[in-house]
Antibody, heavy 123, light 107 residues
């Protein structure tokens, strides 16, 4: 079964840091780009970041560039999102998602999603 | 950055109705457009990619069309399980922006 499982969320104070992890199984992880998408409860989806299959191409939303760092470890079938200088506006459910098409960033959309992990930034 | 504008933001309809949701890009994105369905409490699910290609699980009552800047998602005959939120996303260039979403509710 193709599966993505996020971990590492929780409550953090403004200005703090948190590292999200996403463990993948059921597919050849190092063939696919991976993404992070977030959603404030009751609101819409916001694309956050993507990393290509070989980590050669990395992109960020303007709202997180310079504060968040995406990475992956193909040997561990995992991707990560290091979040620093967190703001209250970063409070959201963070989804890990897989690109649908091999070796492309997101040409055919995101076809597998995790259940999401909640990040709450509050004092 | 490419802005994606969906309309309407909410829609009330009945089982059996035909509904259309539109998504407009701020610049041409060819057919680099995906649609997602999200039910309450669930993760989004990829419905349509490349503007008009249905994922294997998607019933044929769903139809996607468009190219360039204007796209539509049509549900030909609404079923109870179709009441959900729908989002478009462009994959033409980063940041890979989503539309603000359309919440489809039962009338």
């Amino acid at each position: 079964e193709v599966q993505l499982v996020e971990s590492g969320g929780g409550l953090v104070q403004p200005g703090g840091s948190l590292r999200l992890s996403c463990a993948a199984s059921g597919f050849t992880f190092d063939d696919y780009a991976m993404h992070w998408v977030r959603q404030v409860p009751g609101k819409g989806l916001e694309w956050v970041s993507s990393i290509s299959w070989n980590s050669g191409t990395i992109n960020y939303a303007d709202s997180v560039r310079g504060r968040f760092t995406i990475s992956r470890d193909n040997a561990k079938n995992s991707q990560y999102l290091q979040m620093t200088s967190l703001k209250t506006d970063d409070t959201a459910l963070y989804y890990c998602a897989k690109a649908a098409l091999r070796w492309t960033t997101t040409r055919n959309g995101l076809d597998v999603w995790g259940h999401g992990i909640m990040v709450t930034v509050s004092s | 950055d490419i802005q994606m504008t969906q309309s309407p933001s909410s829609l009330s309809a009945s089982v059996g109705d035909r509904v259309t949701i539109t998504c407009r890009a701020s610049q041409s994105i060819s057919t680099y457009l995906s649609w997602y369905q999200q039910r309450p409490g669930e993760a989004p699910k990829l419905l349509i990619y490349d503007a008009s290609s249905l994922q294997s699980w998607v019933p044929s009552r769903f139809d996607g069309s468009g190219s360039g800047t204007d796209f539509t998602l049509t549900i030909i005959s609404l079923q109870p399980e179709d009441f959900a939120s729908y989002y478009c996303q462009q994959s033409y260039s980063p940041p890979y922006t989503f539309g603000q979403g359309t919440k489809l509710e039962i009338k």
